[in-house]
């Protein structure tokens, strides 16, 4: 059983595009975020949320709505894709938010053409 | 500002050559710091983090709060561990854990 899953794997897509990427974790945990990796493999934190409250949102532009319809999901919206959208995105989960390891998914590769 | 500085982007050992990968952070508060290791087509995964002080797959990692440094170490480096490696802070206030840039690390047979 995969802990934290995230669809899809790949995704190529158009500039100008809007796209999707769903998470879930089946840890029972409360807080899930998402990260970005960028191609010198630097990671960012993008947005927190807990309790499928938004806690986190590090400076990321309006284009990316987080959206957490349960504890188990939280998933992204990228609306009007540009090209600097291109990087892997990491969708991860904690149990609580002190001392907590990340549970990370596998990845989605976005490529913006 | 809180930041995680991992100033070698490549490391490069001979096998059952010791490895220490470094890492410095500025935190102002008390630390809660973390390894992290991704191996070619895996998920990112905790190595150790300092709280538990344990030793994983020989790694062992202490911080110095003098030096704002956690650096990671294993006296004999084997080839399995050729990944990539991340030193990590986490706020605790905040929700949410910094990284660092990253170190590759390749051992060499």
């Known amino acids: 059983d995969t802990a934290v899953s995230q669809t899809p794997k790949y995704l190529v897509t158009q500039m100008g595009n809007d796209k999707s990427i769903k998470c879930e974790q089946n840890?029972?945990?409360?807080?899930m975020y998402w990260y970005k990796q960028d191609s010198k493999k630097f990671l960012k934190i993008m947005f927190s949320y807990n309790n499928k409250e938004l806690i986190i949102n590090e400076t990321v532009p309006n284009r990316f709505s987080p959206k957490s319809p349960d504890k188990a999901h939280l998933n992204l919206h990228i609306n009007s894709l540009e090209l600097g959208d291109s990087a892997v995105y990491f969708c991860a989960s904690s149990l609580g938010t002190v001392n907590e390891k990340l549970f990370f998914g596998s990845g989605t590769q976005l490529s913006v053409l | 500002a809180q930041r995680v500085t991992q100033p070698e982007k490549l490391l490069s050992v001979f096998k059952g050559a010791p490895v220490e990968l470094k890492c410095n952070y500025s935190?102002?508060?008390?630390?809660?710091l973390f390894w992290y290791v991704q191996y070619s087509r895996q998920r990112l995964q905790l190595l150790l983090r300092h709280i538990s002080r344990e030793s994983i797959k020989g790694f062992t990692a202490d911080l110095n709060k003098g030096e704002t440094s956690f650096h990671l170490k294993k006296p004999f480096a084997q080839e399995e561990d050729s990944a990539m490696y991340y030193c990590a802070l986490m706020d605790t206030g905040g929700f949410k854990t910094i990284f660092g840039a990253g170190t590759r690390l390749f051992v060499k047979a």
């Open positions: 935190y102002s508060g008390s630390p809660e």
């Open positions: 840890l029972g945990h409360d807080t």
